[in-house]
């Protein structure tokens, strides 16, 4: 029984693969990068929120209660 043989690409198309594959792996670099740095932002933004709300206690006007009441 004979081998099977596969045949291998040319360099040029090698090369050609290898240039796409580092394009792809540089856009997924990108997307983690800017996944990262919107988790970061959220992160800030929500601590920011949380530190305002706390400074800020707004009072309960007596006369809001009574009108629901």
């Known amino acids: 029984m004979m081998p099977i043989v596969f045949a291998s690409p040319d360099t040029s198309e090698r ?11 540089r856009a997924l670099d990108r997307l983690y990068r800017r996944k990262a ?3 970061t932002l959220i992160r ?3 601590d920011y929120q949380d530190v305002r709300s706390s ?5 309960v006007e007596f006369s809001a209660v009574r009108k629901w009441s």
């Open 15 to 25: 090369s050609r693969l290898l240039s796409i594959d580092m394009i792809r792996r």
């Open 37 to 39: 740095a919107v988790e």
């Open 44 to 46: 800030s933004l929500e």
């Open 55 to 59: 400074q800020i206690s707004v009072p």
